[in-house]
């Protein structure tokens, strides 16, 4: 991670962010130890996906793959416990 890199980080996060906040992106998670990142996206296709993600200033640096999930699952979708009084 050169100072380029770094210097792209801020406006990258605020784009996670939006995304976040439009539902199109439903986790994002980053390593720093293996430098690996995984963003799990709300789209139709694979191309809609790509075209999300080739609108991120860091985009340059990734070497990655897309691929469609058949069951995501986290307890973030699960009904909270109900709590009897």
Do not use: C
């Amino acid at each position: 991670m050169d100072n380029d890199f770094m210097s792209l980080v801020p406006a990258h996060r605020t784009y996670i962010n939006y995304l976040l906040n439009k539902g199109i992106i439903d986790s994002y998670a980053v390593s720093m130890e293996s430098q690996t990142s995984w963003i799990t996206l709300n789209t139709i296709d694979k191309e809609k996906a790509d075209q999300i993600l080739v609108k991120s200033p860091l985009y340059k640096y990734w070497d990655y793959e897309i691929e469609e999930l058949f069951v995501y699952d986290s307890q973030h979708y699960r009904f909270p416990a109900v709590q009897l009084n």
